[in-house]
């Protein structure tokens, strides 16, 4: 079975700093892990995902993440926060190695960023 | 190309009702999933259907249904409708291809009353 692991609820950053919002992952199988923002009232946007081809995954707004096997950690990151980062990202696995559309959501973080 | 549309966005039930909300996915896309998200249990999928048929199913009671008609779109059914089913319901839509991205929907708020 997977499962994620997003440790905290809410991170508060001033603007400019960096960003780490964490991820842990459990998967009996090579997964695929997404970050996923969520703006109020809106659905799901993808960030970025990993397949399997290079660790260091570049996605949108300037995020990043790197998957890190060893510690089974897909760790989103940002150099310098923006007040429009505010919102709640959501780390998920799916199994890879086949067509299956059933993601396993983390909690979510909500992230905040002071003036 | 237009992203994952569902209706309705907003709408209100009685405790007992039953509701139907519809998803139509991406052009193309022959996969269709639906999640919860409260604020409690967070995101949870409900059920995913391919070619019309459901492929996968979640933890939910029988009381949540789903259906896929033959040109991919989507529509999923909650009877007898209970407070607790107060939730943001989000359709996604898959390419049904290996590692391919999964498309969300702007989601159907339901309160039950």
């Known amino acids: 079975a997977q499962s994620v692991t997003q440790l905290g609820s809410h991170v508060s950053v001033s603007e400019g700093a960096l960003v780490l919002l964490r991820c842990n992952y459990s998967?009996?199988?090579?997964?695929?892990l997404f970050w996923y923002v969520q703006y109020p009232n809106q659905g799901l946007q993808l960030l970025l995902k990993?397949?399997?081809?290079?660790?260091l995954v570049k996605g949108i707004n300037g995020f990043e993440a790197e998957f890190k096997k060893s510690e089974t950690s897909f760790h989103l990151t940002k150099p310098s926060a923006h007040m429009s980062d505010a919102a709640e990202y959501f780390c998920?696995?799916?199994?890879?190695?086949?067509?299956?559309?059933?993601?396993?959501f983390g909690k979510g973080i909500t992230l905040s960023v002071r003036p | 190309k237009a992203g994952v549309t569902q209706t309705p966005r907003y709408l209100i039930k009685t405790r007992g009702q039953q509701v139907t909300l519809s998803c139509s996915p991406i052009?193309?896309?022959?996969?269709v999933s639906w999640y919860q998200q409260t604020p409690g249990q967070g995101l949870q999928f409900l059920f995913e259907?391919?070619?019309?048929?459901?492929?996968n199913k979640g933890n939910f009671p029988g009381r949540f249904s789903g259906r896929q008609f033959s040109n991919s779109r989507s529509e999923m059914n909650v009877s007898t409708l209970e407070l607790g089913d107060s939730a943001l319901y989000l359709c996604?839509?898959?390419?049904?291809?290996?590692?391919?991205?999964?498309?969300f929907g702007e989601g159907s708020w339901l309160t039950v009353v």
């Open positions: 998920a696995v799916s199994e890879s190695g086949g067509a299956n559309s059933k993601l396993t």
């Open positions: 998967s009996s199988v090579p997964p695929y």
């Open positions: 990993y397949t399997s081809a290079a660790t």
């Open positions: 052009s193309g896309h022959r996969s």
């Open positions: 259907y391919f070619s019309e048929t459901q492929r």
């Open positions: 996604a839509s898959h390419p049904d291809n290996s590692g391919n991205t999964i498309y």
